[in-house]
């Protein structure tokens, strides 16, 4: 994975089961454990939290739009396929005992080709925890033969329960963590308890020991970037086999790409190629229309001549408002 050049801007067992739970925010907190075992905001991220939003529409805690209508967890999402077959583990994030486990399904992303069937199954490999206290907790789409528990074993917090897979109803390799209490209400563990109306938190309390509801969320930002020979297949970007790191100098063309998540309308992502003396090749703004959970772009020439050898630079940048969220950079060789 490329370098990151990091600017963070910080904010002030199935889906079916819990159809209809009422989603509250009155949780005392619990102590919960990052309930994936990678470096959030490096090699993992969340993509979506808890839909606070009681009506049509979806906002997350701090009234941003990482939900979706109706979502009932928290997605902790890898870059890509590639990292995912690398293995992350999941763990548990709590003291508790082991209710039921599902193994065996396909890790295979949903609404492509060849898609498998996964009604009434859609958390697809999982586990279900439920502490001493009976407050649930809900862990999906694991990667098929990695469930290291079984029903009834007790667990202690860390303790690995899988790796994070791409099974059951799902497009990106990730955790859905989600959090019941004894009534078997949906419970945000980020907690943002008491907001007022321009939604400026006002309560800091949250159910995490490991995280911090402010500081840890990230409100969009990249996945991953690299360098082709010509525009990446999406495909390729999602299973992390884009990226080269060298091109011969007859290369047919010189072409960075980068992949982000979170955006907001009116964001802007603005990509920049340089050559190796620094000056710049190609430029490449895109303004977002609308909110998207991942958007993919690149920016190039084609080559009428050999290219230079030496070192090229690509810089992807995601503005909001006018302001830097976050960045990356990428680099290929000639030679």
Same mark, same amino acid.
């Given at each position: 994975m490329p370098q990151r050049f990091r600017r963070l801007w910080r904010a002030t067992l199935a889906a079916g089961i819990l159809a209809g739970a009422a989603i509250i925010a009155n949780a005392e907190p619990a102590g919960l454990l990052q309930p994936v075992d990678c470096q959030l905001g490096e090699t993992c991220f969340i993509?979506?939290?808890?839909?606070?939003?009681?009506g049509k529409g979806a906002v997350d805690f701090t009234c941003g739009p990482l939900s979706?209508?109706?979502?009932?967890?928290? *997605?902790? &999402?890898?870059a890509d396929l590639a990292a995912m077959a690398a293995g992350? *583990?999941?763990? =548990?994030?709590? #003291?508790? &005992?082991?209710?039921?486990?599902?193994?065996?399904?396909? *890790? !295979?992303?949903q609404f492509g080709r060849n898609a498998p069937d996964v009604e009434g199954r859609e958390c697809g490999n999982a586990v279900l925890i439920e502490r001493a206290d009976?407050?649930?907790?809900?862990?999906? !789409?694991? #990667? &098929?033969? =990695?469930v290291a528990v079984s029903p009834g074993d007790a667990v202690e917090p860390g303790q690995k329960l899988? &790796?994070?897979?791409? =099974?059951g109803m799902t497009q990106f390799p990730h955790l859905h963590f989600q959090v019941r209490d004894q009534a078997g209400r949906i419970i945000d563990p980020f907690d943002a308890r008491e907001q007022n109306e321009s939604c400026r938190l006002t309560d800091r309390r949250t159910m995490w020991a490991t995280l911090s509801p402010i500081a840890d969320y990230q409100p969009g930002g990249p996945l991953s970037a690299g360098f082709a020979d010509g525009i990446p297949d999406y495909d390729d970007v999602r299973a992390g086999t884009a990226g080269l790191t060298t091109l011969p100098p007859d290369a047919a063309g010189l072409v960075f790409w980068a992949h982000f998540f979170g955006l907001r309308s009116g964001d802007r992502l603005s990509l920049t190629l340089f050559d190796p003396d620094g000056a710049e090749l190609a430029r490449d703004a895109h303004d977002a229309t609308r909110p998207r959970a991942t958007q993919f772009r690149a920016v190039g020439r084609r080559t009428r001549t050999p290219w230079p050898p030496g070192v090229y630079r690509g810089r992807a940048v995601l503005l909001r408002d006018g302001a830097e969220i976050d960045e990356i950079e990428a680099s290929v060789t000639v030679r």
């Open positions: 993509q979506q939290y808890v839909d606070r939003d009681p979706y209508d109706g979502h009932k967890g928290t *997605d902790f &999402r890898v992350v *583990d999941v763990v =548990s994030a709590t #003291a508790g &005992r082991v209710l039921a486990t599902r193994d065996g399904m396909a *890790d !295979h992303a009976g407050w649930q907790f809900q862990y999906c !789409h694991l #990667a &098929r033969g =990695s899988g &790796r994070i897979g791409l =099974s």
